[in-house]
């Protein structure tokens, strides 16, 4: 009986899971290969919606959890969670033996692991490569291609920058999107209703048969200390439409403190607040039903412009954090300013869906992913394609 492929997927926030969650399910499946999931950071922390518990309770087994943030949200903690993150990981590999490692997009637990799997020659994989945008992601996104063997980009542009990068083309794959594949798995017409009734969140008890937005706003990195207004600026355009709003606390990124401050000062200002719910998390399938039936989203998410495009849903995004994404021309780009988002949103509404665009993948990523770790033999030493 031939050995299986050990492959080790770090998920580290709640947005790693959505990525990478059909992923996990093919290999699991997949004969040639056993799945190692180590979950870190974020995703053990209940004020982030502790991942972990969903992971869980989607039947996968966690091999190992690894603490390695350290609290602050400042420039200065995300930094040294990044190394704190390397050496929590390295150690987790040395235990684990794995036969390659599977890293997602552009975060700074990504860059920790694709560093210490790098620095111990363990093969790496990395979904999400070649996509430009804004904010220090682009930097790390950029860094960890260079640090990995196989590449999954969701897109063609993405995949001819990783070429033009000197990857190998014959170790870069164009998979499209692993989120695709949740909608897919999603009964778009089921009501969502019963999401919203669970005893989730603060707030205003929702009518999703009535008209609702969704917003998350996370902070910029390179933004940072403009947290706080910009949250404001966003919830007070939102308040304007006098609609009802799910409101998404940010992610752990440096800056997050201020986002959540803001949100928190909005809601201790602003009196009536009666059509507003504020949730930290939901499993991406409830939040990707939410999102269909939403009538517009709003704020800086990489979901909302992916999976969103795909959907068909209008979106509004504000700032400098997804600056030069692919998206859809459901998506209308705004500064940070009340009176600009006000405005774009009454636009978005007036417009209504857009067409189902396929520009991130038409689904099946996950299985074509897991085929490809179960077959590819590549180099540890890597040489620049000229």
Known sequence: ?????????????????ARIKSVLRAIKNQDGLELQLIVNASALLTRFGKVSDIIQADGFEITEKVHVVIEGETPSTMAK????????????????KPDMVLTVADRFETMATAIAASYMNIPLAHTQGGDVTGSIDESVRHAI???????????????????????????????GCPSIDLILDCDLKKDPQYIVDRPIGTGARLNTSEPFVMVLQHPV??????????????????????????????????????????????????????????????????????????????GNSSSFIREGTFLGTPVVNIGSRQSGRERGENVVDVPVNKENIYQAIQSQLQHGRYPQNYLFGKGGSGKKISKILEECEVNIQKKINY
């Open 221 to 298: 990195t390179t933004e940072y200390g403009d947290g706080i207004w910009q949250a404001e600026e966003t919830l007070k355009a939102v308040h304007r439409l006098k609609m009802q709003a799910i409101v998404f606390w940010p992610n752990s990124d440096a800056g997050s403190e201020d986002v959540a401050c803001g949100i928190r000062r909005f809601k201790e200002l602003q009196k009536d607040l009666d059509l507003f719910r504020f949730i930290i998390n939901l499993p991406p399938e409830d939040f990707i039903l939410l999102m269909n039936h939403a009538k517009c989203l709003i």
């Open 145 to 175: 291609t260079k640090l990995s063997h196989i590449h999954f980009p969701a897109t063609e542009a993405s995949l001819q920058r990783i070429v033009r990068m000197g990857e190998d083309p014959e170790l870069i794959f164009n998979v």
């Open 1 to 17: 009986m031939n050995k299986k492929r050990k492959i080790c997927v770090v998920v580290a926030s709640r947005a790693n899971y």
């Open 81 to 96: 969670s990044t190394g704190l993150g390397i050496i929590e990981l390295a150690t987790a590999f040395e235990n684990l």
